[in-house]
């Protein structure tokens, strides 16, 4: 005999369904579980099924609120807003709601969807996953700006939206681990949490004059990508464990020619002087001090890393580092102040752009360790490019001349060969720059 669970908890026979249907033998939670893949709309409409379905949907584990990819007009938001506000007010109190998701396509609209409401009910039902995704026509939309207050909520996606303060304090949500924000329009002094793990920030806009913070100290996992406006300043993360930072058009940059310099004697540049923030701190390096992989990669003519190097701190667990054409400066002094200040390094990947940006211009002013380099050097280097060219083989002579030894170096290239796509491995730095002076001779014959 089957059996059916109720909602007081007590089990009761099912008869199965005669014939090859046996749909009716399931219990409700795993009818309700399918119905959480579908729309909330779609859900309701299984009501009309039988009269076993008529209040299935009520205790849904998942609410998907869309506006199914259609455009809303004045009428369409309306009516979205009266189909959700009498879902969330006859949906079952006691039935837990673990996730949330309204992702909503292009309003057009004097009237607004009541997102702000439904988030506060949603938390309210204590759920613990929360997705708010509105279409890039409607960026503008503003979330309330009230802190959200939860003890349940775990992770939080926003996708498209205006974030103010108080929204970005998560104080009140001591269970939250992961937040991903990704097109948003960002008016914050902070983004706060104490408990959260994971941070991914994607193609977001930093709207004010003073540089954002992000305080953290929990997380393990750091994204930073193609930000806009000034890039936030990291407060200390000793947990941190892997971060990857990808800076191309943000405000901390120098409209110099490439290769030119923002440093002077006194850190007067007329161009890129807003860098600093009077207050000598760095602005991302010092939050990554602590991480064991790290990738660094910015447009030359971002300064930010740079800039950091005047303050470089240690990066006492560091085995695994990829930088990008940053680092590529007229005598490779970045990378020189990297290798003094990652004493464990392990493995060394550079990666190239597919035009070589002019190696040329005055020297930065990092900061020295008094060594000529960290006391274990990479055992493992990788130089990924597009195109063999001179920057290769300054890296490797700069490698050479210091007296850097390294057990195997990998040279991935895509173009510029008469092989084509191709990866090459040396024992040596000698070995690798005798193969690729013979590889600049073929090439011109």
Known sequence: ??????????????????GGNRIDALPDEVLQHVLSFLPAAQAVQTCVLA??????????????????????????????NKFVNHLLLLRDRIASLHTCEVELSTFRSQDVPEVNLWIRHALLCQAQTLTVHLSHDNNIFELEDLPLVSCHLTRLDLCNVVLNDHILNFSSCPALEELRIEGCYTHADMIMSQSLKRLTILDCIFYLTTRARISSPGLVALELTELWGRTPLLESMPSLVTGSIKLANC???????????????????????ANNDGSGDCVILNGLSEAERLELTAEPSVYVFKRDLIWCPTFSKLKTLLVGEWCMDANLGALMCLLQHTPVLEKLTIQLNESPSILTGTEGMYKSTGQPFASNTPKVLEIKCEKMDERVHKILTFLSTNDIHIDEINIEHSVGSSEGTGSWTFSSLDSARLALEEHSVEEHV
């Open 1 to 18: 005999m089957n059996y059916q669970a109720t909602v007081s908890g007590k089990r009761r026979p099912v008869p199965v369904a005669s």
């Open 51 to 80: 009269r076993r379905w008529r209040g299935l949907w009520k205790s849904m584990p998942i609410l998907r609120i869309t506006s199914e990819g259609r455009t809303l007009n004045r009428q369409g938001v309306r009516k979205l």
């Open 251 to 273: 405000d901390d940059c120098c409209r110099k020619e490439d290769g030119g310099s923002c440093f002077s004697d006194n850190d007067t540049c007329e161009i890129c002087g």
